[in-house]
Nanobody, 127 residues
Framework: WVTLVESGGASVQAGGSLNITCTISGVTNRIYFMAWFHQAPGRLREGVAA????????HYSDSVQGRFTISQDPAKHTVSLQMNSLQFEDTGTYYC????????????????????WGQGTQVTVSS
């Protein structure tokens, strides 16, 4: 009932910036949270940023706090992740996901709380 499509992934040099976007289609008024997850090569997927669709509350992992910013544009049905001061460790596939219920801050970055997922977009940071 919700389709998510990520775009904007690219190869960048360490220290650079990149903005990736998730376009949402379908029954969007049932979404409570949107989030970005990062999966580095050979590692488990981890949540890096989440935003409440009602109220704009945001949550970040320690690894990206102060460097990444999640935002939403309800009119365009998009959620974006502005990534600054990129590090080699930020390399990987970035997925956006949607949750259909309110999430406490303690679980806003837990992937099992999210029902709908995009296919991912690749970000490669070269040192």
């Amino acid at each position: 009932w919700v389709t998510l499509v990520e775009s904007g992934g690219a190869s960048v040099q360490a220290g650079g910036s990149l903005n990736i976007t998730c376009t949402i289609s379908g029954v969007t008024n049932r979404i409570y949270f949107m989030a970005w997850f990062h999966q580095a090569p050979g590692r488990l997927r981890e949540g890096v940023a989440a935003i409440a669709t009602r109220g704009d509350a945001t949550h970040y992992s320690d690894s990206v706090q102060g460097r990444f910013t999640i935002s939403q544009d309800p009119a365009k049905h998009t959620v974006s992740l502005q990534m600054n001061s990129l590090q080699f460790e930020d390399t990987g596939t970035y997925y956006c996901a949607a949750a259909v219920r309110y999430l406490e801050p303690s679980v806003a970055l837990h992937d099992d709380e999210y029902r709908n997922w995009g296919q991912g977009t690749q970000v490669t940071v070269s040192s």
